[in-house]
């Protein structure tokens, strides 16, 4: 099993006490992005390209426990960026385990050999190492030779040392899925604790646009992965019916509240993957956000999304919605064979609008406001020696 039983149970028992309660919207994983900065430029990211004040923004150890304490989910995943540039993130990761709070620190490993002291195994902690696909795979997608062979070296030394290591494998148009399913063996044989995998976000800043797999090649191309996994046990961090939807076996509605991304901007409307406006406070973001003109379907922008920030949401609370149906699931696998489900019609969407720029020069106006010197305070100056009238 790739996540731990007890993460399991209470993550079963959070979701099933939001549904007694009648809660129609709630968080099942704070993403927590501390920065932007990173140590890589991949081609297929959409937040490589801020300006340097921006990017050397950080939020504090506070901040990112507020951030906590604000939305309540079970689950955090600690994102970026790269977080291990955070000079911060021990005290981060030790203040939000200290509240048993489930955490997943995602990196591309390429400082992880250098930080393991500064971190100690525990059962509350994963780190999620970035690698999307085999060596040349996943070097092609980061845009940097020998990356994948310090990631798996990485992950070696992590293992040694007890920690449990999960992969974040992104795939992209022209993936093969004899490759795939060869790499997701290998990655077991290392030992890696379990696999989350997508198809890659169409960032509408990302300088490669022509890699990003539309739905149908998703639902094709995850079809033939896990028809060639078959028997094979693979382990894999995300709900069975996920996996079944990255099939086309479930017609899912987007669940964009589900994993609330907190940044140093604010809280990101509507989701981790689209970033639309930002609310001042956790309530706020759910309380005031138009969900309903976002996902796919309602938004041009989320016409391709299969991603799990999106809809591994849905596929928990449907879990618990129809628990023999994920049973059937979870036991066979995914459907590979026979017709797909219903895609979700296009022709009523909103077209997409575009508020990046606007967004930074918002930003970049408040950075240089906090730079700006105050006005020099005006000094009565007291004449010292005595005067007579005549001065």
């Given at each position: ?71 309540g989910a079970p689950v955090i995943a600690v994102a970026g960026g790269e977080p291990l540039l955070h000079k911060e993130m021990p005290a981060i990761i030790a203040g939000l385990l200290a509240r048993k709070k489930y955490v ?288």
């Open positions: 099993m790739a996540v731990p039983l007890m993460q399991a149970v209470r993550v079963g028992a959070y979701v099933v006490k939001q549904h007694l309660r009648g809660r129609k919207r709630y968080p099942l994983v704070l993403m927590l992005e501390p920065l932007f900065r990173c140590n890589l430029a991949c081609a297929g990211c959409g937040k490589i390209d801020y300006p340097a004040p921006i990017l050397n923004q950080r939020l504090s150890v506070q901040e990112c426990l507020d951030a906590d304490i604000e939305c997943y620190l995602c990196t591309n490993a390429l400082l992880l050999e250098k930080k393991l002291d500064d971190y100690k195994p525990n059962p509350f902690f994963s780190w999620d190492v970035h690698l999307d696909g085999d060596q040349s795979m996943h070097d092609a997608s980061v845009c940097q030779d020998g990356v994948f062979d310090r990631a798996v070296t990485a992950i070696r030394r992590a293992k040694e040392r007890g920690f449990r290591v999960s992969i974040n494998c992104t795939l992209f148009d022209g993936a093969q899925p004899e490759r795939v399913a060869k790499f997701f063996d290998e990655v077991m044989a290392l030992g890696v604790d379990g696999i989350m995998t997508a198809p890659g976000y169409a960032y509408e800043r990302a300088p490669d646009q022509a890699h990003f797999l539309n739905r149908q090649k998703t639902k094709q191309l995850f079809r033939d992965i896990f028809r060639l996994g078959k028997g094979k046990k693979w382990r894999f961090t995300q709900s069975p019916l996920f996996l079944n939807f990255l099939a086309g076996n479930e017609t899912y509605a987007c669940t964009p509240w589900g994993k609330p991304l907190r940044n140093v901007f604010g809280w990101q409307r509507p989701c981790y993957l689209l970033g639309e406006g930002y609310a001042s406070s956790f309530k706020e973001l759910m309380d005031d956000t138009a969900w309903e003109q976002y996902g796919t379907g309602n938004y041009e922008k989320c016409a391709d999304c299969m991603v799990h920030s999106g809809y591994e949401a849905t596929a928990v609370m449907d879990a618990v919605k129809r628990p023999l149906h994920i049973l059937k699931v979870a036991l066979s696998g995914p459907q590979t064979e026979g017709a797909m489900a219903p895609e979700i019609p296009l022709e009523n969407q909103r077209p997409a609008e575009y508020s990046y720029n606007h967004i930074v020069d918002e930003r970049m106006a408040e950075i240089a406001a906090r730079k700006k010197p105050a006005s020099a305070p005006v000094i009565n100056r007291v004449r010292s020696t005595p005067v007579d009238a005549a001065d």
